[in-house]
């Protein structure tokens, strides 16, 4: 038996917060990122404030007043989401160009395993995908129906924060549109002003709300963070320095270098050649031209937003099912430039062929993975959440290096390890246990640094805070065979004197 599972740790935030939602306590989850002000308010018992976009929580808590709170249920949430992105994909690909290339572009999409995780996961990049396609949509439905699309874009504002970069493409490719049209002078500059000041408005909301989790603002310590350093290092209390300007652009060019380079990040670099070829198509259908423009320029400004701020592949794949339908658009348009016998033959081949990773990776890699890993499984983190949970009780805040997954399996209330254990100076009458495993160690988010003597070392600890305030409560150990992973990982769990 093949057991479901999260592998993100935002989508537990998520899950967990839904379930306080239900009980009536709004949006709070029982796990942070390393924060001594929250520490210093810390109180047994309390939970702390969601700090994410809340969309994604308030559809979990509407499911979860019907089904149970767990893995299965919120994977079967993502998978609705994912049809109903696939079934938008087709409709604007019929709507744009044909049947044909409807059902293309959908087959890409389903295809796609980034995107199959998203919807296992019920990541926000599920929520916000099917949020960009009906707005999309929307927008090609006639004139009196094109205002429905607002609906679909004050969401994505409460699902991710790409939200503004989405906006801001649209009302670009708007402007170019319009300026290239065939208006008046003077209306022409009554819109540019109009979005010059729509413009304004937007950074002094921004800045006023900089500390509220609905900022684009609130991104803008990403922007600060050097080119190959490891984001990890921040959320745990680590310093940053402001980058000059000639330090961003250089971080920007350095990022937006590695996204062309390896593009497989974000699909199968195929796709990406008939979405150029699509855009030299010549088309009289102004709708697919009015497409192709958003799309090229909402493509880029991901990229150089993420490039910009945290070069994550997550960051573009919301605007990568665009790509898609154009690629879909392009494939048709190749085969029915060839012979007519040819056709259908190339068509299918050329398909196929896009497809065969996908179908490799469910077929002849499937063999290899149930011997590489434990299907039935639970994940390592689960298993060792399940070690914390036996020795340590509810309410007591533990500090640890395990992310969500003990507060979303087991309710427990932890917060992740700063970089350096002295930080914890001053808060050991808040911090009741401390648990440090070697799990993603060699990940750069989770370095153990002088924490490694905590995992390797528990008898002979040098550290002078630890020693004066803690002591071994437990040493353990999850054998390769219990968990999905089939690793060893060893732990110990410090208890305060």
């Known amino acids: 038996m093949i057991t479901q599972h999260l592998t993100f740790s935002d989508s537990a935030k998520f899950a967990q917060s839904a379930t306080s939602l239900v009980k009536g306590q709004g949006l709070q989850i029982s796990h942070s990122f390393f924060n001594p002000e929250l520490i210093t308010s810390f109180s047994s018992g309390t939970w702390f404030p969601a700090n994410f976009l809340p969309l994604p929580s308030w559809i979990l808590s509407f499911i979860f007043r019907f089904f149970p709170a767990t893995d ?19 409709s604007i ?21 980034f995107f199959q995780e998203y919807a296992l996961n019920f990541a926000s990049e599920i929520v916000f995908i099917p949020l960009i396609l009906l707005f999309i949509y929307l927008m090609l439905l006639p004139k009196k129906l094109k205002l429905m699309s607002l609906i679909p874009l004050l969401l994505m504002f409460i699902t991710r924060q790409q939200a503004s970069v989405f906006l801001g493409s649209f009302l670009l490719a708007f402007l170019a549109i319009f300026i290239t049209g065939k208006a008046n002078k003077k209306k022409k500059g009554l819109v540019l002003l109009a979005l010059a000041l729509s413009g304004l408005l937007f950074v002094i909301i921004s800045n006023f709300t900089a500390n509220s989790i609905f900022s684009p603002a609130k991104v803008s310590i990403s922007f600060n963070i050097a080119a190959g350093s490891n984001f990890g290092s921040y959320i745990r209390g680590g310093e940053y320095q402001v980058l000059s300007l000639p330090g961003l ?55 150089l937003a993420a490039s910009a701020t945290l070069p994550n592949a997550r960051y573009v794949h919301p605007i990568i099912p665009l790509i898609m339908i154009l690629a879909g658009i ?4 190749l085969a029915e430039s060839l012979p007519s016998k040819l056709q259908k033959l190339v068509l299918v ?149």
């Open 349 to 497: 081949v050329m398909v196929l062929f896009i497809l065969f990773p996908t179908f490799k990776h469910f077929t002849f890699d499937a063999r290899s993975r149930t011997q590489q890993f434990n299907v039935d499984k639970p994940i390592a983190g689960k298993k060792i959440a399940g070690v914390m949970a036996e020795n340590i009780p509810k309410g007591q805040l533990t500090i640890t290096n395990l992310d969500a997954w003990a507060a979303w399996y087991y309710d427990l209330t932890t917060m992740w390890f700063p970089v350096e254990v002295d930080m914890l100076e001053g808060y050991q009458d808040k911090v009741d246990y401390i648990v440090i495993t070697n799990y993603k160690e060699h990940d750069g988010d989770f370095a153990l640094g002088e924490w490694e003597e905590v995992v390797y070392k528990p008898e002979d600890i040098q550290n002078q805070f630890l020693r004066q305030n803690y002591q071994i409560l437990k040493k353990f150990e999850i054998t390769p065979e219990s968990n999905y992973e089939n690793k060893q990982f060893i732990g110990t769990i410090l208890k305060k004197k």
């Open 249 to 303: 652009a250089s971080k920007i060019f350095y990022n937006f270098y590695n996204f062309v380079k390896a593009p497989e990040r974000l699909a199968f670099p195929p796709i990406f050649l008939l979405f150029i070829y699509s855009l030299f198509i010549k088309s009289k259908k102004k709708e697919l031209n009015y497409f192709k423009l958003f799309t090229a320029v909402s493509f880029f400004f991901f990229l």
């Open 72 to 90: 299965t249920t919120i994977a079967f949430t993502g998978l609705l989401f994912f049809i109903l992105s696939t079934l938008l994909i087709f």
């Open 330 to 333: 392009g494939l048709v348009k």
């Open 93 to 113: 690909g019929k709507k744009l160009h044909s049947v044909k290339a409807g059902l293309i572009s959908a087959l890409l999409f389903i295809s796609s395993m």
